[in-house]
């Protein structure tokens, strides 16, 4: 399970390195001024590839690894959700949601009915901003693994492959054998992007390409856990 | 199942009588600007209480309706969801997400970690809102029913009931018993709040109090609706 095994103890912070951890500067202001941890607060560190351990904050310093490493296995099966891209601020809550509901890799697709169209240097900027989301989400949600996010890729680059599933609109009900749903632009997939995939339906009414996303990601994540089963 | 049963048939309305029907003036001016509707296009009206019927949309008047008047039985079991107030945009993101899910009852509630606190003036300009963002998100989820939002309440007057749990970590796994999940603020529910109530965990990371609202959601219409089942 992919998850830290304490339940409280303190922030979580990634590091590159475990056994000589440095804060980046964005977590030192994160936890000095908005958390306010006090000298010897209890804190963990991951390297955001399954090892963790506890620490010690230190005022103006680096903080201080206490006990042993911990090692925890990748979430087994992987579970990937795809979202067509978005207008608005709503691409980095979606990798933001996902990533806190124990997705494994996400990935950023420009779709034939995409609003959104993105050249080159968005397209990598944007995926830059998806990760630094992805990353606060992931300590926030005490997660041992940062989930992958992958470069922005066409739909139709996606060939039909076992547990790969297109959500749609009058698709069959999700089940365990789903590895990846992809979900499309507000305006639909076309038959195109549609061709020899299966498709999985997320409920009768008509949601929002976000809130699909989300619905997606919370039921790939409970079907993969045995928190609830498949119904076919 | 509450979603109208025509898939595509333009965009759905809700009116307060549907022999009669009177746009009102937001909804007119999306149809006209927004959607840029034309003369005689398609569109559906709903009551918002299970009744909808197709329309044509006529410039400048109001729509005329045409064909019978379809009854749509409400969602059975009916499903709530209770959010503890959440600081900023989030709890309209709630309102909307739950409302497009397929939830028929919103219970907003203060809890006694709830970091936002609202008089009773406040509460009610608050109510008004979830009021319309919730009327807006069921006509674009093609929802036959509004789902009801009921006012501000303090968790601790939420007595232990068949069906009623609080979301908390470590809890079980949820089940179709399950008709009301509420979820708590970000600092958790105190030992007061959790007195007599069963609990169910939303799976093994961290959640933010509104992706917990949202995945509960998720989760209770899905097991409701019969597209994933009870693991226990």
């Not at 498709?199 to 919370?218: D, H, K, M, N, Y």
């Amino acid at each position: 399970m992919d998850v830290l095994s304490v339940g409280r103890g303190g922030p979580h912070v990634f590091v590159a390195d475990l056994s000589i951890p440095t804060l980046d500067d964005d977590d030192r202001h994160h936890l000095g001024r908005v958390l306010r941890l006090r000298d010897a607060d209890d804190m963990t560190l991951g390297d955001g590839a399954g090892r963790w351990c506890r620490a010690v904050y230190r005022v103006g310093k680096d903080p201080e690894p206490v006990g042993e490493v911990v090692t925890v296995a990748p979430s087994d099966p992987a579970v990937a959700v795809g979202f067509a891209l978005i207008k608005g601020g709503r691409p980095e809550m979606v990798v933001q949601k996902l990533t806190e509901l124990g997705v494994d890799r996400i990935v950023p697709l420009s779709a034939d009915r995409s609003v959104v169209q993105w050249d080159e240097a968005k397209a990598s900027t944007q995926v830059e901003r998806f990760l630094r989301v992805a990353r606060e989400a992931a300590m926030q949600s005490r997660r041992a693994w940062l989930p992958t996010v992958e470069e922005l890729a066409p739909a139709r680059d996606i060939h039909p492959a076992p547990g790969v599933v297109l959500a749609e609109p009058g698709g069959g009900p999700i089940d365990r054998s789903v590895r990846v749903v992809l979900v499309g632009p507000e305006g639909g997939w076309t038959d195109e992007e549609l061709i020899g995939h299966p498709t999985v339906g997320l409920g009768p009414t008509v949601l929002r390409a976000e809130t699909a996303a989300i619905s997606a990601g919370t039921l790939l994540t409970a079907l993969r856990d045995g928190r609830v089963l498949s119904a076919r």
